[in-house]
C-alpha cells in the first residue's frame, strides 16, 4: 500500500531544528534562573539601629519609598554620634513607609533582606526594608 497520496502526512524535523529548540528552551530556563537569583534571592538579612535621617516617596515613573539612616558606632556621654556611616534602603510595604514617616529623627531598628539586584519600582538600593521598630 503506498500512502503517498494519503492524510497522513509525517513531517520530519531536522537535526538543526531540533537542536535550535533545545538551545533556547536552556537559554529561557538560563535566564529564568539568573533574573530570579539577580532581583528576587535574598542574599542576606538582618537588622540596622540607627538615626533616621530622611524618608522620602519619590521617582519619576515608578514612586519608590526611599530612605537614609545614621549608623552610629561610637557615641558621645550625650548620645550624640562620633563616627557613623550611612545605611541607604527602600520599603516596598505602605505600612512600613507610614511608620517611617512618622519616625524621622528617632533611632529605628530595622530589618531588611538584601537582594542582588535592584528593580525599578521595588526601589533604588538593594536593601528592602520590611520592617521597623522606633525606639521609646
Known sequence: ?????????????????KVFTVIILFLLLGGGI????????????????????????????FKTYEGEMVLSSIRSNANVSLA???FFFSVTKKNVAD???????????VHYKQKNGTLSWRGDTEYIVDSVQVDK
Open 99 to 109: 511608620e517611617l514617616m512618622n519616625a524621622q529623627g528617632k533611632f529605628v531598628t
Open 1 to 17: 500500500m503506498d500512502n503517498s497520496s494519503g492524510s497522513f502526512v509525517q513531517r520530519k524535523r531536522s537535526g538543526f531544528g
Open 34 to 61: 539568573y533574573f530570579y537569583w539577580k532581583y528576587y534571592f535574598t542574599y542576606s538579612s538582618g537588622n540596622r539601629y540607627g538615626l533616621l535621617q530622611k524618608f522620602s516617596h519619590k521617582g519619576n515613573l
Open 84 to 86: 557613623s556611616e550611612k
